[in-house]
């Protein structure tokens, strides 16, 4: 059984994916940070200083009791938290899409390159140089 697994688990494609998986993480990481800490910070100013990633709405306000405290919390829909994953998958799909584009059009030209002609068979080479040396001496 451990054996089994063993393949399972080391085959290529199962290895692959997973690295993809990783790096799939990773640069989804990056792209998060790059809108909140470049994007949505250089829209803010064209927007006319709205700042997207604290966008809220409040649904219900929050109810406070006499003695200040909050008795019951305020229902909050956090818009810029959604625009701004909405952005990041936009990025992320975009440049997923043009990686898959360019492996295709690398595989379809790989497919397309003509295939060197298999070399012969040793007896036909042999028979190739007899036959060249015979027609030397004649």
Do not use: C, H, W, Y
Not at 18 to 23: H, S, T
Request: proline content about 6%; cysteine-free; charged content about 20%.
């Amino acid at each position: 059984m451990f054996n089994e697994f063993k393949e399972f688990a080391m085959k290529g494609n199962l290895v692959d994916m997973a690295v993809g998986f990783v790096m799939g993480g990773a640069f989804a990481t990056v792209v998060t940070a790059f809108i909140q800490g470049v994007f949505l910070p250089i829209l803010s100013p064209i927007m006319g200083g709205i700042d997207l990633s604290a966008l809220t709405l409040t649904i219900t306000p929050a109810e406070v009791d006499a003695a200040g405290e909050v008795t019951k919390e305020a229902a909050v829909v956090e818009l810029g938290a959604f625009i701004s994953a909405v952005i990041s998958f936009l990025i992320v799909a975009f440049v997923m899409f043009m990686i898959i584009k360019g492996m295709n059009s690398m595989m379809k030209k790989a497919e397309e390159a003509p295939a060197a002609p298999p070399e012969p068979p040793k007896e036909q080479l042999l028979l190739e140089e007899i036959r060249d040396l015979l027609a030397k001496k004649v």
